[in-house]
């Protein structure tokens, strides 16, 4: 009696019968592939999802040069006027979905973009911060006038020194234990820091060009 042909299929030449060890090897090894790419896509989707949600940051002029689809710009539009929030996330997800409709030179502009953006914060949220050290400086001490005109001479130094008195006088408390006040002059002192040190920080910036 002629011996029943196995069901089975041939891998590199070698024939593997279905049910065999080697079959449920094989097929846990491209089970586990596949599962593999599942989660790599899956993993590829929630990024440019996210870098979606992201462009919602930009200004329209850092979106311009991006040249994105209009479908998109539409879609990114209207998740800005969304308030609901299940309404907003739906939209997100839709930005999403056409986020992975994009060539990678695209992608790869928004990410620059968006790394630019972020590198413009934190520079903006340092002079804030330089300003408010100044300002304070200038208030509790004479000597911090002194080296400010000495790196600033450009600055009006009686307008800096009227102020500063201004400042002195409007922070101390009218009754003992108050907390010291600020006022108009206080606020000036910010704004001629900051315009200042901004003014410099330009300069720099095209000398380093030049």
Known sequence: MPRKFKKGYFVQGQFVAEGS????Q???E???TDSASRTDLKRESTALQELGEQLLGLRPEQLE???LPEKLQEAIAEARRITNFEGKRRQIQFIGKLMRKLEDDTVAQIRQALADQHGGTAREVAALHQAEQWRDALVAD???LARWLEQFPSTDAQQLRS?????RKDAKPEKPGLAPRHGRAYREIFQLVRTQLTDE????EHDDHA
Request: no cysteine; charged share 35%.
């Open 21 to 24: 060890e080697l079959d449920l």
């Open 26 to 28: 094989l097929k846990a």
């Open 30 to 32: 491209l089970k586990g």
């Open 65 to 67: 040069p991006l040249a």
């Open 142 to 144: 004479d000597d911090a």
């Open 163 to 167: 102020l500063v008195r201004q400042a």
């Open 201 to 204: 920080g330009t300069e720099d």
